[in-house]
């Protein structure tokens, strides 16, 4: 049995103001468990995405998520959960103006080859990305930069916490 207080987990940097990776603390090895407080405007994950051969379920606990999908948006109330099978396209976003807080389980822990689609500028389409850290300078905090596999062009940043604007 592994018990934790998730306030005492540490903040990851992601789209999201709050982002708490709960796999390693709770010594899960076949799960993937991950605690999330997006504010208006934040989304789950940095590009609309594929996990090969992992499923994904995202249960909502306050506001409503809403989820680009291979079918259209679908929205996700409090009390609901959604389930993504492993090989389908999904991105969540909070597109309301009442924070979102959900808990995302994925199975098996390891997800294999992840397809991350982003608009590229430079292409005019979207095209995959690859996800680098790159370490603050002087006045630069930490971040995490999406980069255009077919040309290069960095397509989004974040960094930790609430940022300001519109999440790219």
Same mark, same amino acid.
């Given at each position: 049995?592994?018990? =934790?207080? =998730? ?18 603390? @709770?010594?899960?090895?076949? @799960? /993937?468990?991950?605690?999330?407080? %997006?504010e208006p405007g !934040?989304? #789950?994950?940095? /590009? ?8 994904? %379920? #995202?249960? $909502?606990?306050? +506001? ?8 259209? !948006? $679908?929205? $996700?109330?409090?009390?609901?959960? =959604? ?7 999904? &991105?969540?976003?909070? &597109?309301?103006?009442?924070?979102? $807080?959900?808990? /995302?389980? +994925?199975?098996?822990?390891?997800? +294999? ?19 680098? &850290? &790159?370490? +603050?300078? !002087?006045?630069?905090? *930490?971040? =995490?930069? /999406?980069?255009?596999? !077919? ?14 604007? *519109?999440?790219?």
């Amino acid at each position: 049995m592994k018990k =934790i207080r =998730i306030d005492d987990v540490e903040n990851s940097l992601q789209p999201a103001a709050v982002m708490r990776q709960l796999t390693e603390p @709770l010594e899960a090895t076949d @799960l /993937a468990i991950n605690y999330y407080e %997006l504010e208006p405007g !934040d989304s #789950f994950s940095f /590009a609309y995405h594929r996990h090969e051969v992992q499923e994904e %379920l #995202f249960y $909502v606990q306050a +506001g409503t998520a809403t989820f680009e999908t291979e079918d259209g !948006d $679908v929205d $996700v109330g409090a009390g609901e959960i =959604i389930r993504f099978p492993p090989g389908e396209f999904q &991105r969540g976003w909070n &597109r309301g103006e009442e924070p979102v $807080v959900a808990l /995302a389980l +994925g199975a098996p822990l390891e997800y +294999g080859h992840q397809v991350k689609l982003r608009d590229c500028p430079s292409c005019e389409t979207q095209t995959d990305s690859t996800l680098e &850290r &790159r370490a +603050g300078g !002087d006045a630069d905090e *930490d971040s =995490i930069v /999406a980069v255009c596999v !077919d040309c290069g062009t960095v397509t989004g940043r974040w960094t930790k916490g609430p940022m300001p604007g *519109d999440v790219p």
